[in-house]
C-alpha cells in the first residue's frame, strides 16, 4: 500500500471512529421529561431542545394519561432530573434537571411552594445522560 493510501485510510478510520464516538454524540443532544402523576416517565433526547421535549411528551403517553405536556429539558447530560409530587391541594408531579440532586429537587419544590402546593416529596432522580434512575 503506497504511504499516500496508508494515510488516506488513517484519516478515514479516524473520521468514522469521530462520527460514532458516543461521548461526542451525548454533547451534541438534549434531554427531556414530561412528568406524569405516577412519577413513571421515562427521559427522551433529540438533536435539539423541540425534539427532546416533543419525544418526552410522546414517551410519557406511552406509560400514562396523566402527563403534563410541559417537559424540563437540558442540554447538559451530566445533569440530574429531579421528580417530585405533591398530595395537597391534589397530587400533582413536577420535574427540574440541574447539576445536583439538590439543586434539581429545590427548583421542583420552590415552583410547587409558590403554587401554593403541600406535602411534597422527591419521588426519584434520573440521569440526563443515561435516563437511568439513582
Known sequence: MHQASKCLLAAL?????ARFD?????QRRWAAL????EASSPV???????EARQRAVEAC???SKTCANGP???R????????VCCMQPRRGCA?????????????????????????????????????KRH
Open 13 to 17: 478510520i479516524g473520521l468514522v471512529g
Open 22 to 26: 458516543p461521548v461526542a454524540a451525548q
Open 34 to 37: 414530561d412528568p406524569n402523576s
Open 44 to 50: 427522551a433526547w433529540g438533536a435539539t431542545e423541540d
Open 61 to 63: 403517553k406511552k406509560v
Open 72 to 74: 424540563a429539558s437540558t
Open 76 to 83: 447538559d447530560l451530566n445533569e440530574v432530573f429531579a421528580i
Open 95 to 131: 420535574v427540574s434537571a440541574a447539576a445536583n440532586r439538590r439543586e434539581a429537587a429545590q427548583n421542583v419544590h420552590e415552583m410547587f411552594a409558590d403554587a401554593g402546593y403541600k406535602g411534597c416529596s422527591v419521588q426519584h432522580y434520573m440521569s440526563a445522560a443515561t435516563g
